[in-house]
């Protein structure tokens, strides 16, 4: 008997899990994950998976979480869904590197099922990216990771990529400050419904090789900047720009919002804020300076695919030199 999209789904986001976690483990060198495995009290659970103080990652989660329950009154009010019952399965990851060099990075990919009374499916949609932070901005790096995605994404619609793109540029904005994203974006999806030939087969393939590709698009930057040595300016502004990713994660992400809301396991949520974070008021970079020029790509969105080829700077040769 045919498996069920749905348990075809829980089996791969657990396999991804297992991969993601071992390829990680090997770059760090040091630190392992630790593995917390929870229930929900309103149905469910989840596989929590956790590495810090390594030689790499200072701290970071690896999640996978299948979840469900009865569509709340909040949900209906807060989250604008609607159904008897939904379903949600997905993982999610995010890790903090120690070297700012190295650029924090988030990873989600998710099905989301609704029910009607009988439990029948009544509505099914996919979502999900991959998202890269940079503290200090390496064409090279961004060119790669923006690269990598764009393969995925033709291989299945030449129109994702560039739409996909936009979606992130403008989903990880911190709005209140005069729309300064969270970082170098990468792809973004949500609410992605089968229909005609793009059926549940073809979004479950689709998140499936956008999963896939994870490793091969954030471990080749990790291997290149992991050993790059860094003062204590290069920490202190790692930490500033922390600050504005615990900003986005706990006013604008939805799926923060979404656990919290339907009573999923705080842990596990705000396992993605970053363990040091500096809060100064005010506080700007020299205009000019490397810090400068990441905020500059914050507040601008690139096409970095097609950035134009250029000669390093004198700062970053030094950087990869050491």
Not at 10 to 31: N, S
Not at 141 to 150: C, I, L, N, P, S
């Amino acid at each position: 008997m045919k498996t069920s999209i749905k348990q075809e789904w829980i089996h791969y986001v657990h396999e991804l899990q297992d991969t993601i976690c071992a390829a990680l483990e090997k770059a760090d060198g040091k630190a392992t994950f630790i593995e917390d495995k929870w229930e929900r009290t309103d149905g469910g659970g989840g596989i929590t998976r956790v590495i810090g103080n390594g030689n790499v990652f200072e701290k970071g989660g690896v999640n996978t979480s299948v979840v469900y329950g009865d569509v709340t009154n909040e949900m209906r009010k807060e989250l604008k869904i609607f159904g008897s019952k939904w379903f949600a399965c997905g993982l999610s990851l995010v890790l903090h590197p120690s070297n700012p060099f190295v650029p924090t990075v988030h990873c989600n990919y998710r099905m989301f099922e609704l029910y009607d009374d009988n439990n029948e499916v009544i509505d099914r949609w996919f979502g999900g990216g991959t998202d890269l932070t940079p503290y200090y901005l390496f064409d090279e790096d961004a060119k790669h990771f923006h690269g990598t995605y764009k393969n995925v994404c033709d291989a299945f619609d030449p129109t994702f990529f560039p739409k996909f793109k936009e979606t992130c540029d403008n989903y990880f904005v911190n709005w209140h400050r005069s729309k300064e994203r969270r970082g170098i974006g990468g792809i973004f999806y949500d609410y992605q419904k089968p229909f005609g030939e793009k059926n549940v087969d073809f979004w479950v393939n689709f998140g499936k090789a956008c999963g896939n590709a994870f490793v091969e698009a954030y471990l080749p930057i990790v291997e290149k900047r992991k050993n790059t040595a860094f003062t204590s300016e290069h920490k202190h502004w790692q930490e500033i720009r922390r600050g504005r990713y615990v900003e986005f994660n706990l006013v604008h992400d939805r799926g923060t919002l979404f656990g919290l809301k339907t009573n999923g396991r705080t842990e596990s949520i705000l396992m993605s804020l970053p363990p040091t974070v500096r809060f100064e008021y005010n506080y700007q970079p020299q205009p000019g300076s490397e810090e400068d020029k990441l905020l500059q790509a914050c507040l601008h969105p690139k096409d970095w695919i097609n950035e134009p080829d250029k000669d390093e700077s004198e700062w970053a040769q030094k950087v990869n030199m050491c």
